[in-house]
């Protein structure tokens, strides 16, 4: 049967008209009749609307209005669906403004109650839930912020009675969601003052003044305006809460037990922990036991993330094992004394431990710990970072070794059909000795196996040792491959691969927007580059620390390879320097390019122009 095509106003200004069929949008609408207002999403793509004569790009809401022959038009009942309700409000609650759900909430009583919901669901701060409060109980002040901008509280006149909560106790469970951005991203965000929260909370001791809310974030940003809210914290949430985020500063050490214990304690069922210490507070053996227990006391763990990394003793650690929720656990250090055997127990899986681990980020003093982790922990792992090396005998003398034993690690591995994301570096040091340029790419060979990887960081020696063969196989193998970004800052000599090298990357890898690798930039017969191969989407690259030959025939390969390329991370010259040209050339590639992107605006503008004047003539 075939589906009719229905006449949609999209502008009520011009009266141009878009013709939809109903099944073009069947996985978001059912097909219905028409007299009713259809919402719609669009995929995730650029259009250009001649109704506005701007280019969108996905997802956009466009709302259509149906005039109807009816004398009294009404709602259609499609608009009176829950599910749909919610679904529509989802996608406004989307954009920045709120300005349309609040107008949707006022336009009929059917759209109140979800368009409310909505447009309370998550909150910067508690100042616009307090000014609900009666006009007489709060007023506004003005304050500066240690960085020079405004701040906007509100304060109580008088003592609260039973009577102000009736709209409070109103809104407040609406609110899923506390402190979505830190303040200097909101600056018009009006904020409740510490006395406001301390007299809310001293009025009701035993309730939570957010009953259902779901996600707490506190970033005060070192800012003191805000830090002395922190002690109220745990009495705003409840048993509902499931994902807490924390920063903290110096100020705020010695109330980091009491808070942690009380959330713990309020929140039984936490699911992500998100808790994050500034550089004046140490993450010594007292904080470090006090993150322990809070971690212990979760059962329902899903995320765990802990900035500084924090070494993690044996209990905690076969705890985290034991969550069978546990996705995500990261930076957690490894002590130099735990390796080989002891090593492979804490972090083997038998016995069903880490039996949902999908990312894991985690400091070790050497490689070889890094490899003997890697290898106990099979799992299906999508994200993995490891920072190794630290300053040991061990790593000094044998480095090529180590890093060979980490890569090694994952040929047989179970992440090798789903690891995406591979960060791995290692403190700089200075080899003792040069592996064979055959060992290495044998050893960086095995990177291979991982089918599926799309971003791949690697800050190893002996990465400068990597020639065109191995490139050229390494495109083959990462056919999904989007960010490459390898480094070698111990290298002895020129890189290994040439821009000649970069044309299988640019053939096989399509998704590929962001590339840095140490290389010697020697320019090719461009005869090389097959026909309409080419990379749109690369617009920086970082060459500065690479050799170079003649640069306009460097600039005329980079720009066949790379057309909008617009930087080569060389941003340092200096019109008055001595150094005319600048290391190894890179000033006057910069320069070439520049020269060559405004030749191309220039060009543009000229086709423009010329456009316009025909039109006109016409």
Not at 171 to 186: D, M, Q, S, T
Not at 335 to 356: C, E, H
Not at 373 to 392: C, D, F, I, K, N
Request: hydrophobic share 40%.
């Amino acid at each position: 049967m075939a589906h009719p095509r229905y006449t949609f106003t999209t502008d009520l200004t011009d009266r141009k008209r878009m013709l939809i069929t109903p099944h073009t949008y069947s996985n978001f609408l059912p097909a219905v009749k028409l007299d009713f207002i259809i919402i719609v999403r669009t995929p995730r793509h650029v259009f250009d609307f001649p109704f506005t004569g701007e280019p969108r790009s996905g997802p956009v809401l466009f709302i259509f209005p149906i005039y109807t022959t009816s004398p009294r038009p009404q709602m259609h009942p499609f608009l009176t669906i829950p599910e749909m309700q919610i679904r529509i409000f989802e996608i406004l609650q989307s954009d920045e403004s709120t300005t349309t759900l609040a107008l949707l909430a006022r336009t009929c009583t059917a759209f109140r109650e979800t368009a409310l919901d909505a447009l309370w669901y998550a909150v910067d701060s508690l100042g616009p839930l307090i000014q609900v409060m009666p006009d007489d109980l709060w007023t506004m002040y003005p304050e500066t912020c240690r960085r020079g901008w405004p701040l906007q509280f509100v304060k109580f006149t008088r003592a609260l009675q039973e009577s102000d909560w009736t709209r409070f106790d109103y809104y407040a469970p609406r609110i899923r969601k506390l402190g979505r951005r830190p303040f200097y991203a909101v600056p018009q965000a009006i904020y409740a003052h510490g006395s406001v929260l301390r007299d809310l909370i001293a009025y009701r001791p035993d309730r939570p003044l957010l009953p259902r809310l779901h996600a707490l974030k506190y970033a005060p940003c070192e800012e003191p305006l805000l830090l002395n809210s922190l002690p109220f914290i745990p009495f705003l949430v409840g048993d509902s809460v499931t994902d807490v985020s924390l920063v903290l500063y110096g100020p705020q050490a010695d109330r980091l037990h009491n808070l942690l214990a009380s959330l713990s304690r309020r929140c039984p069922r936490l699911q992500t922990a998100d808790i994050n210490l500034s550089s004046d507070i140490p993450m010594d053996s007292g904080n470090a036991s006090v993150i322990e227990a809070f971690v212990c006391s979760l059962h329902e763990l899903e995320t765990l993330s802990v900035v500084p990394s924090w070494r993690v003793a044996a209990e905690t650690l076969n705890h985290l094992a034991s969550l069978c929720k546990l996705r995500q656990c990261r930076t957690i250090d490894i002590p130099s004394n735990v390796a080989g055997v002891q090593l492979r127990d804490l972090f083997t899986v038998v016995g069903d431990r880490f039996p949902s681990l999908d990312s894991i980020i985690f400091y070790a003093q050497e490689l070889d710990q890094a490899a003997c982790v890697v290898e106990s922990l099979q799992r299906p792992l999508t994200h993995l970072e490891v920072l190794a090396g630290y300053m040991s005998e061990v790593w000094a003398t044998r480095p090529f070794a180590s890093i060979a034993n980490l890569t090694r690690s994952f040929v047989h591995h179970q992440c090798v059909s789903s690891l995406t994301y591979l960060w791995i570096h290692a403190n700089n040091v200075d080899p003792e000795q040069f592996p064979p340029p055959s060992a290495v790419t044998d050893a960086f060979r095995a990177l291979f196996a991982l089918r599926a990887i799309q971003s791949l960081d690697i800050a190893l020696p002996f990465t400068s040792e990597l020639d065109n063969d191995w490139f050229a196989n390494a495109a083959a193998a990462w056919p999904h491959l989007q960010f490459l970004h390898f480094a070698d800052r111990c290298r002895d000599g020129e890189a290994k691969l040439t821009l000649a090298g970069l044309i299988p990357m640019i053939r096989c890898c399509p998704r590929l927007h962001d590339l840095a690798v140490p290389f010697s930039a020697e320019p090719f017969d461009l005869d090389l580059l097959p026909p309409g191969v080419c990379n749109l989407a690369v617009t920086h690259l970082d060459l500065s620390d690479c050799t170079i030959g003649p640069p306009a025939a460097v600039v005329e390969c980079l720009t066949a390879l790379f057309p909008n390329l617009a930087w080569t991370g060389y941003e340092s010259y200096d019109e008055d320097s001595d150094e005319e040209d600048g290391p190894g050339g890179w000033s006057t590639v910069e320069r070439l390019l520049q020269a060559s992107r405004e030749r191309e605006r220039s060009g543009l503008a000229d086709s423009d122009e010329a456009r316009i004047v025909a039109c006109a003539a016409d």
